[in-house]
């Protein structure tokens, strides 16, 4: 590319982000209401010490976000982690882990679609699902191509009805732990009850355990490193960048301990003892809270909410692509 006078320049890209909407972006990719999906999986792993297994996750992954804010610093770049490893290493190594993230960049999108696709079917049964693929993928383009501040606004509703039922849940699981009822019937004679540390540690506790529960957890915050990927759209980029990534990375892990704490109180024993499947909870947890009219109204948001995360995703790669592409 040349400019007027004939010298070569450099693509750029506009810098119109701040802090909170690199937060947001991050949050929707995040998914929070993910916590429904994952707690029976983890609670049998972790021998019912949800919350713990969170606090182990969250600590790791505030760890990672200050080694990428470290590597922002030193390369704002869209780049991410193949920028990092490009500059620091080798080009090879770099040509290595650009590929290697953009396919997982790439599958995060399409695994979004899929289960929006999933979910839409089951509403829409007679409408064939390429349809449902064709429109999914157009409207995340579109969104994107809007640039990434139209990304973070389109988003932010979302993430906040996100946060506004997960808060709306814990109200009710904590009503009913005040009047003395969980899962299982009374709380007067429990394993757990309300406010003791117990959840957290106990004499069943097994370190142990609760990795094995906080490597499963670790999927739930997939996508906060791939903020990394908007350095040459963000203002300030070497101070809000890396502020914006640790405090994504703070910010859910916060919710999802105090929501898996209550839950935990609730759900005291094996999940299999109240959940048909433990690897896809989501459905009979909020059922068994909140009725059929609350599963049902939730369920159908979640179309909503993977499509925020496919976008946020959306927009990860396409910056990769950029960058690589650039170079």
Known sequence: MTNISGTPSVAKLQKTLGLWHIIIIGLAYIQPMTLFDTFGLVSKESNHHVPT??????????????SYGHMIRRYPSSGSAYTYAQK?????????????????????PMVNIILAVIYLEALFPEVNHWVWVIAL??????????????????NSLIVFVQLAVIAYFVWMVYQLLSSGVNAD??????????????PFWNEM??????????TLLCFSFTGF?????????TKDTEKTLPKAMFLTALIAGVIFIVSTYFMQ????????????????TQPEILLLVGGSLFQSYVLAFAIVTVM?????????VSRLMYVMGRD
């Open 88 to 108: 620091s290493i080798h080009p090879n190594v770099g040509f290595m882990v650009g590929w290697s993230s953009w396919l997982d960049y790439l599958l995060s």
């Open 308 to 316: 925020a995360s496919g976008i946020s995703a959306h927009a990860g």
């Open 137 to 154: 993928t157009a409207i995340m383009t579109a969104v994107n191509l809007r640039g990434a501040r139209f990304v973070a606004n389109f």
């Open 265 to 280: 109180i609730f759900f005291p024993n094996e999940p299999g003892s109240y959940f048909k499947n433990i690897a896809e």
């Open 205 to 214: 506790t097994s370190v142990g355990a609760l990795i094995t529960g906080a």
């Open 185 to 198: 019937g009374s709380l007067v004679e429990a394993k757990y009850q309300l406010w003791s540390l117990e």
């Open 225 to 233: 490193d791939s903020l990394s990927s908007l350095a040459e759209e």
């Open 53 to 66: 297994s969170y606090i182990v996750a969250l600590i790791a992954i505030l760890f990672t976000s200050i």
